[in-house]
């Protein structure tokens, strides 16, 4: 809001007349007009302008900086940007890292659940699809942090169950998380069979939104299940896929929680991605400075990814749910 | 609402709100330093009384805790008291002084939470750390400088000399920082052995524990065809395979010359040493390390699957998978009172012998054994500044758990080296009280830095298990030596030489 | 009620195996999510001894008792995960429909760009801020203490919930409120009279998914928690992991694990019907 003065005469003159003379008059009587959405929204941005913005610019600004958050910061300007970028593998080992991870989050979050969803459509028996509901729900209650060490346990080289079953039936056991080669693949299996039971239900609320008369009628002309679904269901959902893959390309680049639990960015790298290396500049090494510019560059990131999925995902047909 | 796109004024309109942000963020003042850019200085004891001031105190203490009292011990387990006769007798002695334990969380990685405590400046009045892990954040003001308590006389002691004068040269010597003054307090000490299963042994054939290299590797073949694991190891973040694998081949590697580089005398290599004689061109010394890392290459075979990432090769020992690891005398009672289903011992390093590395020396003994004990403390800088009235009541009550009776308790209950007068260590850690030939003076990068430490790690990792060459693990070694030592003189550019 | 099934008359399907695979592949699909659940139990009710004799097949006896010293232990912290809880969700809810409100039914100067700023939030990392704001909160004084956590997490989640909240009000039909301006009624009046109640469904959606995240975090209190004894349950659970010096105890651990879950799972049966409605009422799209 960068009006500055007000026109006094205008704002006169707007008092007496139906139609004001200037814009600036116009929009300082809707602000008056509406002064309780203002009221409203001050609550959010007092919180957020203490704890997200400030935070967040003060972030940006030392990432021009070296700091080890207890004496004074030193101007650095883009050295630290550079040292990102021209560093060693461990960064553009932790950006392809990210970029695999991140798009098989994407499509797993995006494919699974949005399968379970269509097969739970299908269903006919009222009690049956209550009961698949409720199996798929149901895990949403598992703390992440549990799932995520149950799975550490199946993977363990030694003790866990994976390498139990592979040497019962004569196979060599792997080194799964451990091994570098598979450690990656290992983190991308964790939670199989990745039917999330908060995307399941978005998609299903898609699902039950389309009209039934559309799809008596396309049953009625004979088409088969699939063609129902790829010729107008999947059309008619988009907007719930496209919450869902905005939401995982968001989560995907910032999350890092496999990395604290787990593997801590190895074995030797090979599941680092930037938000680890993030956490790890910053507490383990103390170069805050460092470490934010890795997170404005991820900012960066997101916001284009963002923007790209907001332009490239379109729909020829949608309804509006009410 | 999202299908539209923003329009060029919205951008515009969040370009200028960034700007504005950004400018209002350059302009607050300054994040100001918690404690002085060097040391802080406490104020010195007067006078050698007993009684501290009036006011009442409660006093956080982190280090030498006893088992957590809300816990119910089941079938098995044993409550340990640690310093708690101490802290009663001294709330006796002081009834204006409440000592209250830190009970750290377990799980918690100690850097992190002491950076977030040191930042929120609300820190337990001590704190424990390694000291050597500590000098790379001393002149963050962290710890306080404790050398004029140190030269005072403690009133508790018999005698009543310089409270230093009660502790061992070597504890005494590892609390001295970079710059000369002392940071903290060292009461007690730790060594290394390996454990080994002696069924297991027996079993494969391994009648005397192998007291050269070549002996044990061939122990650890005739383990392994017996289908144990014979090397509990691991490249991952936990402790302690490859630094105390670093630290006790080292000493025979650089029998020669390693203490060259120990300027201040303290028998350790400290991250200065390191980062001054690296900019002279010599240190590390590579030659060494490469032999180190084909040392490590030979035990490779040994080694639980998956030594790449973390194994819990301590609950497999006890499980009686595992043949033997390395292990600290701190865990001595915990073997005997909470013994493992099967006959164990102790067994010194293997040496490395001229068959190996043409320079080692004949027949010495190299042992891990120095000041790593659970009482260390140190106390956090800022308190000179936010509350320096406290810093004597804190002192005053270091002074009185000096005396040999809690250090001895302390110890008893584990299995630690006391280094105080006058303490006696108890006779089932005889084992560690062997004679040796010299104690590690440097353990690995990590003395260095944390994340040095992490690349060493995975460099020998990927060197064990892969093709890498020599020439090219010395190359990668120098690209990370360079970059490690940078980011050190960043934070203490009063290191940097010329 | 919001069916989950077709609601009209199919012909008979030709193939039966058409009929028969999506309850089967549902079939599948749902134990194989089950196992890893189905895992930590039965891991919950195992002595040290008997993790190492057979770790992933049952063993008997059960040992119950890892529950009774799980239980025992994580009361407190349990106990301060619930405060973290409800303090957090009250005054994120709170704020979050308030300004959900003024975006999506009223058209002001600025409307767009405080939109536009608060979806700019939900791109930045957390990690980013982290340091930073841990600063903030050591510079309020709030570090080890309640607000020290409500305040931040709330912050943290007004993005999501006031976008989804935005379009749920946007959608409600204008009549509605006519009626009520009619009547003399104020703007908040209307919120609190007419609007929200409609809401209920979607606010208990989003009310599950806050105390599910709130509940789960660990970084943040690890930060800004000196005391141990103010850990959240998702710290406590380490607590088990090393009781003291040398003694472990992995069955409890486990057993510590399935006890956090136990909060949320009594609010999702609770509120299970609610929450379905709120996220099948098609507010949830973008």
């Not at chain 1, 302008?49 to 030193?74: C, L, Q």
């Not at chain 2, 079938?75 to 009663?88: F, I, K, N, T, W």
Request: glycine residues 8%; hydrophobic residues 45%.
């Amino acid at each position: 809001m960068t009006e500055s003065t007000v026109d006094v005469d205008a704002r006169t003159v707007a008092q007496t007349m139906t139609r004001p003379r200037t814009a600036l008059a116009e929009t300082w009587r809707q602000m008056k007009r509406r002064w309780y959405c203002y009221l409203m929204l001050s609550g959010t941005f007092a919180l957020l302008i203490t704890f997200a913005y400030y935070p967040a610019f003060s972030a940006v600004y030392h990432s021009f900086t070296i700091w080890d958050g207890f004496r004074p910061e030193t101007w650095v300007g883009l050295a630290n940007y550079r040292e990102i970028f021209t560093s060693d593998t461990i960064f553009r080992q932790a950006f392809v890292n990210m970029l695999l991870l991140s798009t098989w989050q994407v499509i797993r979050a995006g494919l699974f659940p949005l399968l379970g969803a269509a097969l739970l459509y299908r269903i006919r028996s009222e009690r049956w699809a209550y009961f698949f509901r409720l199996l798929f729900v149901l895990p949403i209650v598992v703390p992440g942090v549990v799932g995520i060490q149950v799975w550490r346990q199946l993977f363990e080289p030694n003790i866990g169950l994976f390498n139990a079953l592979l040497k019962a039936f004569g196979a060599q056991p792997l080194g799964w998380l451990n091994d570098p080669k598979t450690a990656l693949p290992s983190l991308m299996f964790m939670g199989f069979p990745w039917v999330d039971g908060v995307g399941l239900l978005i998609y299903l609320a898609g699902f039950l939104a389309i009209p039934i008369e559309v799809i008596e009628a396309s049953i009625v002309d004979g088409a088969s299940s699939w063609k129902r679904f790829f010729a107008m269901e999947l059309p008619l959902i988009v907007p719930q896929i496209r919450l869902i893959v905005i939401l995982n390309v968001i989560g995907a680049f910032q999350n890092f929680g496999w990395q604290l639990l787990v593997t801590r960015g190895g074995p030797m790298g090979a599941t680092t991605v930037p938000a680890w290396e993030m956490y790890h500049q910053a507490i383990d090494s103390g170069r805050y400075g460092v470490a934010s510019a890795i997170g404005t560059v991820l900012f960066i990131l997101i916001f284009t990814m963002t923007l790209i999925n907001n332009v490239s995902i379109r729909s020829n047909v949608e309804y509006q749910a009410h | 609402m999202l299908n539209k796109r923003m329009g060029r004024r919205d951008v515009l309109r969040l370009l200028g709100l960034t700007a504005v942000g950004a400018a209002i963020a350059a302009c607050t003042p300054k994040a100001e330093p918690t404690a002085e850019a060097k040391a802080t200085v406490a104020p010195a004891k007067s006078e050698a009384t007993a009684a501290p001031v009036q006011k009442e105190w409660t006093l956080l203490i982190d280090g030498g805790t006893p088992t957590d009292p809300s816990i119910e011990l089941q079938e098995g387990e044993r409550r340990l008291v640690g310093l708690q006769p101490a802290a009663d007798d001294y709330m006796d002695l002081n009834p204006n002084v409440k000592i209250e334990w830190y009970f750290f969380p377990p799980g918690s990685n100690r850097n992190e939470w002491l950076n977030a405590r040191m930042t929120a400046q609300d820190c337990p009045d001590t704190y424990w750390m390694n000291a050597d892990a500590l000098w790379p954040h001393v002149n963050k003001g962290w710890a306080l400088d404790m050398t004029e308590y140190v030269n005072s006389p403690n009133p508790y002691m018999e005698g009543k000399r310089a409270w230093a004068s009660y502790i061992d040269e070597v504890g005494r010597l590892s609390q001295i920082g970079p710059d000369g003054k002392v940071y903290g307090v060292n009461l007690d000490g730790a060594g290394v052995l390996w454990i080994y299963n002696k069924e297991a042994f027996d079993a494969a054939g391994v009648s005397e524990p192998p007291a050269t290299f070549m002996d044990f590797m061939s122990a650890c073949d005739k383990l392994k065809t017996k289908n144990y694991i014979p090397i509990g190891g691991d490249f991952s973040d936990q402790c302690c395979y490859t630094h105390w694998t670093h630290g006790h081949v080292f000493g025979w590697l650089a029998w020669d010359n390693i203490y060259n580089f120990d300027d201040d005398k303290d028998y350790y290599v400290t991250t200065k040493e390191m980062v001054q004689y690296y900019q002279k061109g010599e240190f590390p010394l590579w030659e060494e390390f490469t032999k180190l890392a084909e040392i490590f290459k030979m035990q490779e075979p040994f080694l639980p699957l998956g030594y790449q990432g973390n194994v819990d090769y301590r609950q497999m020992f006890r499980q009686g998978k595992i043949g033997t690891y390395m292990e600290g005398n701190w865990t001595v009672m915990s073997f005997i009172k909470d013994p493992p289903p099967f006959e164990y011992d102790w067994m010194f390093y293997p040496a490395i012998t001229k068959d190996i590395w043409s320079k080692a020396p004949a027949d010495k003994k190299v042992r891990l054994q120095g000041p790593w004990g659970g009482l260390q403390f140190h106390v956090p800088g800022y308190l000179t500044k936010t509350d320096p009235e406290r810093i004597p009541v804190i002192m005053d009550w270091l002074m009185f758990i000096t005396q040999p009776k809690y250090v001895e308790t302390f110890c008893a209950e584990r299995g630690n080296v006391p280094m105080v007068e006058g303490a006696e260590a108890i006779p089932e850690i005889a084992p560690f009280r062997a004679p040796y030939d010299r104690a590690v003076p440097y353990q690995s990068w990590a003395s260095l830095s944390g994340p040095a430490y992490e690349q060493e790690r995975a460099l020998l990792a990927e060197y064990v298990g892969g093709a890498m060459s020599n020439d090219a693990l010395v190359t990668k070694g120098k690209q990370i030596w360079e970059e490690e030592v940078r980011k050190v003189l960043e934070s203490n550019p009063d290191w940097e030489i010329g | 009620m919001a069916s989950t099934s077709i609601p009209v008359k199919m012909k008979h399907s030709r193939y039966h195996l058409g009929r028969l695979l999506p309850p089967i592949t549902l079939a599948i699909l749902g134990f194989l999510t089950f196992v890893p659940l189905i895992m930590l139990l039965q891991l919950s009710v195992k002595s040290e001894q008997q993790m190492a004799d057979s770790m992933w097949l049952p063993t008997w006896p059960m040992r119950f008792q890892n529950y009774d010293r799980a239980s025992r232990i994580m009361l407190p912290y349990m106990i301060n995960s619930l405060t973290f809880v409800v303090g957090t969700t009250t005054i994120s809810i709170f704020f979050s429909v308030l300004s959900a409100y003024a975006l999506g039914r009223y058209s002001f100067p600025g409307k767009e760009f405080l939109y536009m700023a608060i979806l700019g939030l939900m791109m930045i990392p957390g990690i980013l801020t982290l340091i930073t704001r841990f600063v903030v909160v050591v510079k309020l004084s709030m570090n080890n203490s309640n607000w020290g956590i409500w305040l931040p997490m709330a912050a943290g989640s007004q993005a999501f919930q006031i976008i989804v909240l935005r379009t749920f009000f946007a959608s409600l039909p204008e009549e509605l409120f006519e009626a009520g301006r009619l009547d003399g009624a104020g703007e908040f009046h209307m919120l609190g009279m007419i609007a929200i109640p409609l809401a209920k469904p979607i606010l208990t959606t989003l009310i599950v998914l806050q105390c599910n995240g709130v509940w789960n975090e660990f970084i943040w209190p690890i930060m800004v928690l000196r005391d141990p004894k103010r850990y959240p349950a998702i710290l406590g659970i380490l607590r088990l992991r090393e009781l003291m010096l040398g003694v472990r105890d992995p069955g409890a651990e486990f057993a510590g694990y399935v006890i956090a879950g136990l909060p949320l799972l009594l609010l999702f049966a609770f509120s299970s019907r609610a929450f379905i409605r709120g996220l099948t009422s098609g507010a949830i799209k973008m």
